[in-house]
């Protein structure tokens, strides 16, 4: 979706603002949909997690929400495998891209799991993409981790 449109910037701002979760569901569709008319439904879902200050001040991590109904009602395999250290002051959007560059580094870094999936494709899965970064830098701790066949999906972005 085009988060420039002010009508589907709307929906993003109710689910990720104003706690509107049943729009979980509308953004997993719309995932699923998505990937299956692309023949990724085999995919490894790993949500983008949100930053500590962001949980507490929202009381919910609105990405694992969309990743619990894509697991529950499509059946996808999600493994929230990315913790987010908060290395960082302040939101995203309110960096221009040379702080989010900066800010991005050492961000995120890789739980330890025991499941046997680094052979499977991985959709690393957010809300929204204005320049990337967020989305580069949990590609890179996966890659870190020995990931191969990694592809970034976002619902929204800066078209």
């Known amino acids: 979706m085009d988060y420039r449109n002010i009508k589907e910037r709307h ?7 104003r706690g509107i979760r049943s729009y979980a569901s509308v953004f997993a569709f719309l995932t699923d949909r998505y990937l299956r008319k692309n023949g990724l439904q085999d995919s490894v879902i790993v949500p983008v997690p949100c930053s500590s200050s962001a949980l507490k001040r929202r009381g919910w991590d609105h990405m694992e929400e969309v990743a619990k109904v894509l697991k529950r009602k499509y059946s996808y395999t999600v493994l929230n495998v990315i913790v987010n250290t908060d290395n ?12 989010r560059m900066e800010n991005s580094e050492n961000r ?13 494709r991985i959709i690393v899965l957010d809300d929204i993409c204005t320049t990337g970064t967020t989305i580069k830098a949990c590609m890179s701790v996966l890659e870190k981790g020995g990931f ?12």
């Open 108 to 120: 995120f870094a890789l739980k330890d799991f025991n499941y046997s999936i680094h052979d499977k």
């Open 148 to 159: 191969k066949n990694i592809i970034a999906l976002t619902v929204f972005a800066e078209l």
């Open 11 to 17: 929906l993003l701002e109710a689910f990720k603002f």
């Open 88 to 99: 960082s002051s302040g939101e995203q959007k309110e960096k221009n891209l040379e702080k």
